[in-house]
């Protein structure tokens, strides 16, 4: 089962072992009371969370000291509980389910989405250009933006985006 980082911690924040929590999800109702997650130091459950502070404590860490140990640690989480605890809206997608997926344009296999770039505008796919493409001189990769008109379909299930003038992109690049 495939780990999810969700979270860092970072310093220790007053005097009753509170930490800060750099949230890496787009989903903060996961850090709610009770939740337990999985570190490279032990297991650690939410005590309580600001998410307005910031700050997060968990069971069993009551100083400073003790909180430190943790510093710098990712909270973990895997797929499966994601996809139980967490409830997408419509044209919403975890991008676990979006990576590793296949590009197809008017049938035509254009590439693979190897990773997803969180830009100030929208999300942008980086597509590994399908071999055979980059075999006619085509760039070797390209970002695509996630959003319309170019994403007409996801398919999650079968990892399969059809899209409209990502050719073109390709070609410019």
């Not at 997803?116 to 796919?125: A, F, K, V």
């Not at 980059?134 to 994403?151: D, N, R, Y």
Request: with cysteine; hydrophobic share 35%.
């Amino acid at each position: 089962m495939k780990r999810l980082s969700v979270a860092r911690l970072g310093r220790s924040v007053g005097l009753k072992g509170e930490m800060r929590l750099h949230e890496l999800s787009d989903f903060p109702e996961q850090f709610k009371k009770g939740a337990t997650f999985q570190t490279d130091r032990g297991e650690l459950r939410i005590e309580s969370y600001n998410p307005k502070r910031g700050v997060v404590k968990f069971e069993g860490i009551n100083s400073p000291e003790e909180a430190k140990r943790y510093t710098n640690a990712y909270l973990y989480s895997d797929e499966e509980r994601t996809k139980q605890e967490i409830k997408l809206k419509d044209g919403e997608y975890f991008w676990f389910d979006i990576i590793g997926s296949d590009l197809y344009e008017k049938g035509k296999r254009l590439g693979s989405v190897r990773d997803i770039q969180r830009l100030p505008s929208c999300d942008y796919l980086d597509i590994a250009t399908d071999g055979a493409l980059v075999q006619e001189g085509m760039p070797k990769s390209f970002l695509l933006p996630f959003q319309a008109p170019f994403v007409k379909e996801v398919d999650t299930a079968n990892k399969r985006i059809e899209v409209q003038g990502a050719k073109d992109i390709l070609e410019a690049s």
